[in-house]
């Protein structure tokens, strides 16, 4: 089992005997599509199947592929060509691709990439063990899509591809929002909100394999509950979440501006265990692009928030994502984002440019910008904030964190994380001659910076 950060290419042995089917995995995407591996990669455990690290030799290779936008798509297109090629060579039998590609694409993916033996779309996600058995038997392309995804899965089980003391945990599926460049309602359907009791129980299991620090996802974590009528659904959920014993980090990922309440602000601020680390993408705050990305935040309402935030939370840390060059973006109307970067002096920004995805309102909009301005526009901007950040950085020198430790390395060299870094898009702390083990909460002193990261010693 690889994930797109560690895939493995080294050299099989060919001709090897096998007793026993191998599976070899590939796990790309967002978290969301991880706890897909995780729950995917258990039931090929417990079905027999021997997974395989080398993905370049084995019976069988999935893929589960993320389609959100372009790079996505053609980071997922590599991976199956690349196994095809090794299809080719003798080296893997069947080929097996899963996940947001072929449930956006359909038997389309076969145009993009032929060669594949199953095709399978998110509501088929809990039947790959006998999906793979099927697959190895038949002598033509086998598909299982359905057209609209609407189940929502019990993630418990699963065979984290995480380190052991960090997980996450998806409290709902889909979108009912329509920003008009998104793909995710019309390839995960509309939002469905999993029942508190499931919540809780997925996480009572995460925590009894080791997680001490549980980050929140959905699509849109703020509207959980609404369709399950229930008000203010997600602060009574972090409430019961944070009665678990031997957890000590909960984390907010994905929440949408305009679902900030006092209600979520406040149990944030009374409950120690959920971190003061706000992750809002507001994607822009020209009003004119705002009302054509059909978001219905704006740049007054958003200044409100942030001042809220950081008056009723101080320390609090703050992430956002940015979309540059959404057709119609002027000169000026990129310069009024940039200068609210500036205003605002985000903890953390991603920053993408704008594509035009099919079947989306926004791919016909008038105005497309061109891509070698969108790149300098970005450039830019993230040039902007990597000052912002480094000056961040440069007041931390001096002063105390607890920091969860995710890796120790020679020499007595640590990587870890305050609460203001979430684990795999956020800098690092790197601290010296830490005694401690990954999963382990430490004091550590910031005596220096490099680059984003922070540098510190054990307390």
Not at 154 to 180: F, K, M, Q, W
Request: proline share 5%; net charge positive.
């Amino acid at each position: 089992m690889t994930t797109k950060k560690n895939k493995k290419r080294t050299r099989p042995s060919i001709g090897k005997s096998r007793s026993r089917i191998t599976v070899g995995f590939i796990a790309l995407g967002c978290p969301k599509n991880m706890v897909d591996s995780e729950r995917m990669l258990a039931q090929i455990a417990q079905a027999g199947f021997i997974i395989n690290q080398n993905t370049d030799n084995a019976d069988v290779v999935v893929i589960n592929t993320c389609g959100f936008i372009a790079p996505a798509k053609a980071e997922a297109i590599d991976a199956i060509r690349h196994a095809i090629e090794q299809k080719q060579k003798g080296r893997v039998r069947k080929i097996v691709v899963a996940g947001c590609l072929p449930q956006r694409l359909g038997k389309k993916l076969l145009s993009e990439a032929g060669q594949i033996d199953a095709i399978v779309g998110l509501e088929h996600r809990d039947h790959i063990a006998d999906i793979i058995k099927n697959t190895l038997l038949a002598d033509a392309p086998a598909y299982f899509l359905t057209p609209t995804y609407k189940s929502l899965c019990d993630d418990r089980v699963r065979l984290r591809i995480t380190p052991p003391h960090y997980a996450y945990l998806r409290i709902s599926e889909g979108c009912s929002r329509n920003c008009s460049f998104c793909t995710i309602p019309s390839i995960r359907g509309k939002a469905r909100s999993k029942p508190a009791s499931l919540i809780l129980a997925e996480a009572q299991e995460l925590v009894a394999s080791g997680a001490v620090e549980l980050n929140i996802i959905a699509q849109d974590i703020t509207t959980y509950g609404r369709d399950l009528k229930t008000k203010y659904a997600l602060p009574g959920l972090l409430g019961e979440l944070a009665k678990i014993p031997r957890l000590g980090w909960i984390r907010l990922l994905y929440l949408y501006p305009t679902g900030i309440n006092e209600q979520l602000i406040e149990m944030v601020a009374r409950c120690d265990k959920i971190v003061n680390y706000f992750d809002i993408p507001i994607q822009h705050v020209n009003p004119q692009i705002l009302k054509a990305m059909r978001r219905p935040h704006s740049k007054d309402r958003i200044c409100t928030l942030i001042e809220r935030l950081r008056t009723r939370l101080p320390d609090c840390v703050l992430r956002t994502t940015l979309i540059i060059g959404f057709p119609g973006e002027t000169d000026a109307r990129f310069d009024e984002l940039l200068d609210f970067i500036k205003w605002a002096r985000f903890d953390h920004l991603g920053c993408f440019t704008f594509y035009p995805e099919q079947g989306t309102p926004a791919a016909k909009f008038p105005r497309q910008i061109p891509n070698k301005v969108k790149q300098m526009r970005r450039e830019k901007l993230m040039l902007t904030q990597q000052q912002i950040c480094f000056e961040k950085n440069k007041t931390r020198i001096g002063s105390s964190l607890t920091c969860l430790i995710d890796k120790t390395e020679k020499g007595g060299v640590a990587k870890g994380r305050f609460f203001g870094q979430a684990p795999e898009i956020d800098p690092v702390c790197i601290i010296k001659e830490c005694s401690a083990d990954p999963g382990t909460f430490i004091g550590a002193k910031v005596t220096g910076t490099r680059n984003y990261d922070l540098l510190c010693e054990q307390i």
